[in-house]
């Protein structure tokens, strides 16, 4: 792979990561939305563990389907809300992108925050990157981009 194509992917996947995304507020969504996923489980889906190397090969579908049950068993028994609020997906009925915060780590998942948690885990059609390696703070960034700008 080149560089180019390299840094267009990267560019996309970050893109997909920032986009517009829909929360599965209650347990009810969160199965229809597993639903959805056990439908296309040989859709060519990643399953990235965020602080682990990003896979470079998509999931074969039992293992897209081992990881709906064990993730959903986990959900269930530590994230102890009478709702669920913690997966998002850029679409419910057509998803491409799904975020799962980990309950465990959740700071502030919703709403407003300039430094959001990074979600637990991510399953995407798109090849993941090193999330991160890629999602500086803003306060950093500043700092580096004001440490190398001219007076």
């Given at each position: 792979?080149?560089?180019?194509?390299?840094?267009?992917?990267?560019?996309?996947?970050?893109?997909a990561f920032r986009g517009s995304f829909t929360s599965t507020?209650?347990?009810?969504?969160?199965?229809?939305?597993?639903?959805?996923?056990?439908?296309?489980?040989?859709?060519?889906?990643?399953?990235?563990?965020?602080?682990?190397?990003?896979?470079?090969?998509?999931?074969?579908?039992?293992?897209?389907?081992?990881?709906?049950?064990?993730?959903?068993?986990?959900?269930?028994?530590?994230?102890?809300?009478?709702?669920?609020?913690?997966?998002?997906?850029?679409?419910?009925?057509?998803?491409?992108?799904?975020?799962?915060?980990?309950?465990?780590?959740?700071?502030v998942s919703c709403g407003y925050s300039d430094n959001p948690p990074?979600?637990?885990?991510?399953?995407?059609?798109?090849?993941?990157?090193?999330?991160?390696?890629?999602?500086?703070?803003?306060?950093?960034?500043?700092?580096?981009?004001?440490?190398?700008?001219?007076?």
């Amino acid at each position: 792979m080149n560089i180019v194509s390299s840094v267009d992917e990267q560019n996309a996947y970050l893109q997909a990561f920032r986009g517009s995304f829909t929360s599965t507020l209650r347990w009810h969504q969160l199965d229809a939305l597993w639903q959805v996923l056990k439908e296309d489980a040989a859709g060519g889906w990643y399953i990235y563990a965020i602080g682990e190397p990003p896979p470079t090969s998509i999931a074969d579908a039992n293992m897209v389907l081992k990881f709906i049950d064990s993730i959903d068993v986990l959900l269930r028994s530590e994230h102890e809300e009478d709702y669920c609020g913690i997966v998002y997906a850029d679409d419910l009925d057509q998803p491409g992108f799904i975020k799962i915060y980990d309950p465990n780590n959740l700071g502030v998942s919703c709403g407003y925050s300039d430094n959001p948690p990074l979600p637990g885990w991510v399953l995407s059609k798109l090849p993941p990157i090193d999330l991160p390696g890629t999602m500086v703070p803003k306060n950093r960034k500043r700092w580096w981009q004001a440490l190398w700008s001219k007076p």
